[in-house]
């Protein structure tokens, strides 16, 4: 009961970062501290109004997400029709609608860079193309359940988080201009990461923000 503060006494807070924590129970039903800011990703976009144009705030990302802040039609965003709490995902190419009912059931984690058989996965949703790697061929399953591979070979990693505030993490090989960094499944941009040897010759990816335990982080060389 010692972590417990009347409510009164809360100043409110304009910005959230990583000395802020909340209480949250894990899988074995075990009270544990959370880092405050592990729920807010950069892809974060913003509230999204009827007349909210994400065109006029730089280049949508994978990953990129809007809050709906009214009801009604969204011409910026596919023109659909959507409710307040709702939210809007750029999977590259247009963007989806998530009904705020569906926020806790649906994965939008469609990206795996560990070597995985594609005939073994589920079939995406239904506008949802998985992406991963086999035998370091580049491979899509779309909702059909059709898997096309790529021609091209790909080298990859995926690498496990194991503490809060790790930042730097040990390659299996240098990456280059076209190297793709993902943190949990959302793409960074190139001032998000950066990568050197150090003294022992190991090559290190370095994040510009932290990752906590459980994150994942993937490499497309």
Same mark, same amino acid.
């Given at each position: 009961?010692?972590?417990?503060?009347?409510?009164?006494?809360?100043?409110?807070?304009? /910005?959230?970062?990583?000395?802020?924590?909340?209480?949250?129970?894990?899988?074995?039903?075990?009270?544990?501290?959370?880092?405050?800011?592990?729920?807010?990703?950069?892809?974060?976009?913003?509230?999204?109004?009827?007349?909210?144009?994400?065109?006029?705030?730089?280049?949508?990302?994978?990953?990129?997400?809007?809050?709906?802040?009214?009801?009604?039609?969204?011409?910026?965003?596919?023109?659909?029709?959507?409710?307040?709490?709702?939210?809007?995902?750029?999977?590259?190419?247009?963007?989806?609608?998530?009904?705020?009912?569906? =926020?806790?059931?649906?994965?939008?984690?469609?990206?795996?860079?560990?070597?995985?058989?594609?005939?073994?996965?589920?079939?995406?949703?239904?506008?949802?193309?998985?992406?991963?790697?086999?035998?370091?061929?580049?491979?899509?399953?779309?909702?059909?359940?059709?898997?096309?591979?790529?021609?091209?070979?790909?080298? /990859?990693?995926?690498?496990?988080?194991?503490?809060?505030?790790?930042?730097?993490?040990?390659?299996?090989?240098?990456?280059?201009? /076209?190297? =793709?960094?993902?943190?949990?499944?959302?793409? =960074?941009?190139?001032?998000?990461?950066?990568?050197?040897?150090?003294?022992?010759?190991?090559?290190? =990816?370095?994040?510009?923000?932290?990752?906590?335990?459980?994150?994942?982080?993937?490499?497309?060389?």
């Amino acid at each position: 009961m010692a972590d417990l503060i009347p409510e009164r006494t809360l100043r409110v807070r304009e /910005s959230v970062n990583a000395s802020f924590y909340v209480r949250a129970l894990d899988e074995e039903g075990h009270s544990v501290r959370v880092p405050m800011i592990r729920f807010f990703q950069e892809r974060y976009r913003g509230i999204a109004l009827t007349t909210t144009n994400p065109n006029t705030m730089g280049a949508s990302q994978i990953g990129d997400w809007f809050h709906c802040g009214e009801t009604g039609r969204f011409t910026y965003f596919d023109n659909q029709e959507a409710s307040e709490f709702d939210r809007f995902y750029y999977n590259g190419t247009t963007w989806d609608l998530l009904p705020y009912s569906d =926020l806790w059931t649906t994965n939008f984690n469609y990206l795996t860079l560990a070597d995985t058989d594609p005939a073994g996965i589920t079939t995406p949703e239904v506008g949802y193309v998985f992406f991963g790697v086999h035998d370091s061929k580049p491979w899509t399953k779309d909702s059909d359940g059709n898997i096309l591979y790529s021609s091209a070979s790909v080298n /990859s990693q995926e690498i496990l988080v194991e503490h809060d505030g790790d930042d730097e993490f040990e390659l299996d090989q240098a990456t280059s201009v /076209s190297s =793709l960094v993902f943190h949990n499944g959302s793409l =960074l941009p190139s001032s998000g990461w950066s990568s050197n040897e150090d003294i022992s010759d190991t090559i290190i =990816l370095t994040l510009t923000n932290p990752a906590y335990e459980g994150d994942v982080v993937k490499v497309l060389f």
